[in-house]
T-cell receptor, first 110, second 113 residues
């Protein structure tokens, strides 16, 4: 059973914020939300993760709803190089390996 | 730092042939992983090594064996390749099994005819 639901594809104009949603309605209290991305033909790249507080790093921001049933990854100023498949993963840190679903294919358009 | 390196980058095998995919990391990470990715699909975990000297099965281990040669190196062996094993294989590592910020190699593209 999939723990997360993501739209299969999204478009975003270059320079605008890209907001990628993820539903994880069955998340449990000790499960984290992880985001990875995979640029064409390359290995996946870690972006960010969080438990319940919003998180920000040099790549992106992660907004987790108060009930933790959904989250949004925000790329504040998308560039063409951000075109990739973005994976939202929910898991208990340290107990199980990462499980990748099909993700969202983000296309940044000039 | 080279990060995670994989060899070879490309390989074509005939059904029944064997081969070993090599992976090495220079980040002093404890945990290493092997994934496969079929066209249009997400990654699936084959085997992982939480620490040197240990290995465990992932989601799709059948048809594969692994060896954690030392802290740096983790190899994946196909004893008798089958067309269903045509895929892109990624190796990854992270600091500890609980860290979950994995660093991935560039992949090996394997075709089994």
């Amino acid at each position: 059973d999939a723990k997360t639901t993501q739209p299969p594809s999204m478009d975003c104009a270059e320079g605008r914020a890209a907001n990628l949603p993820c539903n994880h309605s069955t998340i449990s209290g000790n499960e984290y939300v992880y985001w990875y991305r995979q640029i064409h033909s390359q290995g996946p790249q870690y972006i960010i993760h969080g438990l319940k507080n919003n998180e920000t790093n040099e790549m992106a921001s992660l907004i987790i709803t108060e009930d933790r049933k959904s989250s949004t990854l925000i790329l504040p100023h998308a560039t063409l190089r951000d075109t990739a498949v973005y994976y939202c993963i929910v898991m208990v840190s340290g107990n199980t390996p990462l499980v990748f679903g099909k993700g969202t294919r983000l296309s940044v358009i000039a | 730092n080279a990060g995670v390196t994989q060899t070879p980058k490309f390989q074509v095998l005939k059904t029944g042939q064997s081969m070993t995919l090599q992976c090495a990391q220079d980040m002093n990470h404890n945990s290493m992983y092997w994934y496969r990715q079929d066209p249009g699909m997400g990654l699936r975990l084959i085997y992982y090594s939480a620490s040197e000297g240990t290995t465990d099965k992932g989601e799709v281990p059948n048809g594969y064996n692994v060896s954690r040669l030392n802290k740096r190196e983790f190899s994946l062996r196909l004893e008798s390749a089958a067309p269903s094993q045509t895929s892109v294989y990624f190796c990854a590592s992270d600091l500890t099994y609980s860290y979950n910020e994995q660093f991935f190699g560039p992949g090996t593209r394997l075709t089994v005819l």
